[in-house]
């Protein structure tokens, strides 16, 4: 399984926008969910938002609903799925990370909701929010 996380982090002001992005590839079962965490100093690190392979079914935490969304799409050899973030904030600075947890069985609608489901983890990305 391999992950490529794709430039989208980086320093920007409140209320504007940023767009992460992560590739997978060369994971082995049909179906799985990717997820985005995020890490901010001093804290836990924390489930952000996930998307299932099954059937495209998502999860955004309440602390970021309404602002964030996340997205996919997929060919036969990868996937790539994307974190729009809009309206940000200062509390949104973070390390932000992709995550892979497969399902239990075929057809199974999964979405990652903590660090304890996470099979495999992306490189972080670091967004910065000044306020």
């Known amino acids: 399984l391999r992950f490529s996380c794709r430039r989208g982090g980086g320093l920007v002001q409140a209320g504007e926008s940023l767009r992460l992005s992560c590739i997978v590839s060369?994971?082995?079962?049909?179906?799985?969910?990717i997820g985005w965490f995020r890490q901010a100093p001093g804290k836990e690190r924390e489930g952000v938002s996930s998307i299932s392979s099954n059937d495209d079914s998502t999860w955004i935490a309440d602390s970021v609903k309404g602002r964030f969304s996340i997205s996919s799409t997929r060919d036969n050899a990868k996937n790539t799925v994307y974190l729009q973030m809009s309206s940000l904030k200062s509390e949104d600075t973070a390390l932000y990370f992709c995550?892979?947890?497969?399902?239990?069985?075929?057809?199974?609608?999964?979405?990652?909701?903590?660090?304890?489901?996470?099979?495999?983890w992306g490189k972080g990305t670091l967004v910065t929010v000044s306020s």
């Open positions: 995550a892979y947890a497969k399902s239990p069985r075929p057809g199974h609608t999964t979405l990652i909701f903590s660090a304890d489901q996470v099979e495999v």
């Open positions: 060369g994971f082995s079962f049909a179906n799985y969910a």
